[in-house]
């Protein structure tokens, strides 16, 4: 079993940064994929990032590409997203993901966070 816990979340004006953090439990997921997905009200899940645990591959949502920034540290067990030039369609529950596969989809997910907050202030 994989445990997930993110932070970083919070209220941020439009134009800035934020940075989240996704730390793994359990077991290592140095081999697995990690990445986000958010949520809006009344919307689908969406896919932001994920990156490969083979070899760092990293693939982005069309709404967050050149934005976002995903890496990872096998040593912390913990994934990043780096979170640029936000906007107000960025506000949500972000949430992270470990799979097999870096190209995630939602309903394939093995394992999940409970997600945290991103509110963009315009």
């Known amino acids: 079993q994989v445990q997930l816990v993110e932070s970083g979340g919070g209220v941020v004006q439009a134009g800035g940064s934020l940075r989240l953090s996704c730390v793994a439990s359990?077991?290592?997921?140095?081999?697995?994929?990690m990445g986000w997905f958010r949520q809006a009200p009344g919307r689908e899940r969406e896919f932001v990032a994920g990156?490969?645990?083979?070899?760092?591959?990293?693939y982005y949502g069309r709404s967050v590409k050149d934005r976002f920034t995903i890496s990872r540290d096998n040593a912390k067990n913990t994934a990043y997203l780096q979170m640029s030039n936000l906007t107000a369609e960025d506000t949500a529950v972000y949430y992270c993901?470990?799979?097999?596969?870096?190209?995630?989809?939602?309903?394939?997910?093995?394992?999940w966070g409970p997600g945290t907050q991103v509110t963009v202030s315009s």
């Open positions: 990156i490969s645990g083979i070899n760092d591959s990293a």
């Open positions: 359990g077991r290592t997921v140095s081999g697995d994929a």
């Open positions: 993901a470990v799979d097999r596969v870096p190209t995630m989809m939602a309903h394939q997910v093995q394992y």
